[in-house]
């Protein structure tokens, strides 16, 4: 019954906090002359072999500054930036303070023998990574993580296709923080805060389509900007059914262009989505405001906070004045600090720049164009063609011809000083016409894959994006290429980390005389075999293929199931690297099947152990 009642008072709360924006809208009491940005920056903590930390809380503890909080994952923290007036040289403190805090943040993970680094996605996280163990233990989380999975009805799936695929199925939310964002506020005045959340919409995916640093998860070539996908089906609240109904997912682009004012955004919100967060809230926002008072909307604010818009509309409380903003969420953190606002001042440059004609979008644009090049630019970046002004305009172009010049524009008009305008849209439009992040994650992935397995070119990619972040840190478009050292020792030591996943399987019902010629034709001395349900119940080898021959003379009907091995020893990918090897040695095995919860997931041979066997 607590419960219940609860909830029932944040929704009257949260009620009430929607009639009170709408009047402080009406009586003209939104902070509406001047104009700030501001920024959240979340990063990754990496241990000294590059792989995903646990101790985020000790990092913290050690930084001890108000400024840095937690995020969902262990191996992840975030960095709230003071905000500064849009003005001269806003963005050179912006840039001065983010420095600062990333140094802080550097000096305390070194202390536990820790790294950061700025990326969309860590390409070292694996599957171990995202269990319960490494979600941060704090109430709301784990609230989060229940709530999710019970309006969901059971686990989260996952279902990415791009170069690779990657379909999962997953007990938790925490896939949702291999997302890491560089997020970017602006205050916008009231009056023209419709205008501006529509123009907002507009322009996402032709910043998205030059901004993109997230083209892998789990060694998978994904999206341009996985994020995008990655974040909306990772805490995917909608269970499938039978019924052909629309439902918005809480991660959106939306499906319209917004009418009316700030306040109806947030109606829209209420509307659309289910109350998953309360609290108890004491004072109620009508009544604070018939006081003469500032409300701080607090059952407001908390619900926005259960809505990941790829751009939000957000309400504050500075210096006893209210304001509105938006937060532009779908910029991925990283590369460089540099490339970073550049990122920044284009956007908002874009913002400030708005030619009148599209102050009304829906004379302009059909939404679902502006949300095709989202979708566009995030699934293949730079190399995305996007609608404009009834035409189909090749990304650098738009930005050359259109986009640049209005954000340049956009800058001055705000007073921006000239040198750091120049020396900020360079670089976008350097990366237009060259080499973005994804771009060069891609390329060097697949260079170092030539020499090396996969966890290893994993482990040098991440060290390559340190280097050039912490070196001379120059913006991406000038990075090299990494050169990897092939003869440095593997910082592999469980089989997760050498086992292959792709794999040839058969069912123990198919002709036996297939199985053999799959083994023939590609080279393949040992075979997992499944049964009709999915799970592994039986090996062929190359011993058993060379019998099968023998065999084949007197009955070519035999199945895999007649020539198969039943009795299989199996690993778990968290089994030490050395302990395999002990056991293939002591029961004479080539390979060794790797097994989770029932399920095949890999396999190791004496081909992948050799390097690690020392004895």
């Known amino acids: 019954m607590k419960n219940n009642e609860t909830r029932s008072n944040f929704i009257k709360h949260l009620l009430s906090d929607i009639e009170a924006l709408e009047s402080m809208i009406n009586q003209g009491l939104i902070e509406d002359d001047i104009v700030r940005i501001g920024a959240e920056q979340e990063f990754c903590l990496v241990t000294d072999q590059w792989r995903p930390s646990k101790l985020s809380h000790k990092v913290l503890e050690t930084i001890d500054d108000n400024h840095f909080t937690f995020e969902l994952a262990r191996y992840n923290l975030e960095i709230n930036l003071d905000p500064v007036e849009l003005k001269a040289d806003c963005f050179i403190q912006t840039e001065e303070q983010l420095r600062s805090y990333l140094e802080k943040a550097e000096a305390g993970a070194r202390t536990h023998n820790n790294s ?304 750091d305008i120049e020396r900020l849209l360079t670089i976008i439009g350097a990366r237009a016409h060259g080499q973005t992040a994804s771009k060069w994650m891609v390329k060097n992935y697949r260079g170092l894959r030539k020499s090396l397995k996969q966890d290893d070119a994993l482990l040098a990619l991440t060290q390559g994006i340190y280097k050039n972040q912490m070196g001379k840190a120059e913006p991406v478009h000038q990075w090299p290429m990494i050169k990897p050292d092939v003869n440095k020792l593997s910082t592999a030591h469980l089989v997760r980390h ?3 996943t792709r794999l040839y399987i058969v069912n123990e019902n198919d002709l036996a005389q297939l199985a053999t010629h799959v083994m023939e034709w590609k080279g393949i001395h040992h075979v997992p075999v499944e049964n009709s349900g999915g799970d592994l119940c039986g090996l062929l080898t190359w011993t058993h293929m060379e019998h099968y021959k023998e065999m084949q003379a007197v009955d070519d009907e035999l199945l895999v199931a007649d020539i198969m091995t039943k009795d299989v020893i199996t690993v778990h990918p968290e089994t030490e690297i050395s302990k395999a090897i002990v056991l293939m040695k002591k029961l004479e095995y080539g390979c060794l099947p790797v097994v989770e919860n029932k399920h095949l997931v890999g396999i190791i041979t004496i081909k992948d152990v050799i390097p690690f066997d020392h004895d």
Request: aromatic share 8%; hydrophobic share 40%; with cysteine.
């Open 116 to 419: 950061i680094l700025l990326t969309g996605i860590l390409p070292t996280i694996g599957k171990k990574e995202l269990g319960y163990d490494y979600m941060t233990p704090t109430p709301r989380y784990h609230s989060l993580n229940r709530i999710a999975k019970e309006l969901r009805g059971g686990d989260f799936e996952l279902h990415l296709s791009g170069v690779d695929e990657l379909s999962i199925h997953h007990d938790s939310v925490l896939f949702e923080a291999c997302n890491t964002s560089f997020q970017m506020h602006l205050q916008i005045p009231s009056t023209d805060f419709i205008s501006s959340y529509n123009w907002a919409q507009a322009i996402s995916g032709p910043v998205l389509s030059v901004c993109t640093n997230s083209p892998m998860l789990l060694g998978r070539e994904l999206w341009s900007e996985t994020r995008i996908a990655l974040f909306k089906q990772s805490i995917d609240t909608r269970g499938a059914s039978r019924a052909l109904r629309d439902r918005q997912a809480r991660v959106t682009i939306g499906n319209q262009w917004a009418s009316g004012s700030a306040a109806d955004i947030f109606k829209n919100d209420v509307a659309l989505y289910n109350v998953i967060m309360t609290k108890e809230i004491e004072e109620n926002a009508l009544e604070v405001l018939s006081q003469g008072r500032i409300p701080k909307l607090q059952a407001l604010c908390l619900h926005n906070g259960t809505i990941y818009r790829w751009n939000r509309a957000c309400y504050g409380v500075g210096g006893g004045k209210p304001h509105l903003r938006i937060e532009n969420r779908y910029i991925p953190a990283g590369p460089t600090v540099l490339d970073q606002m550049a990122n920044f001042a284009f956007w908002v440059g874009l913002m400030k720049g708005r030619p009148t004609q599209y102050d009304d979008m829906l004379s302009q644009m059909d939404y679902r164009d502006a949300k095709a090049n989202f979708i566009k630019a995030a699934r293949t970046g730079k190399d995305s063609t996007m609608h404009w002004n009834g035409n189909q305009i090749p990304v650098p172009e738009l930005l050359e011809k259109e986009l640049l010049p209005m954000a340049y524009a956009g800058l001055e008009k705000t007073g921006i000083n000239k040198g």
């Open 498 to 500: 050498i086992m292959s």
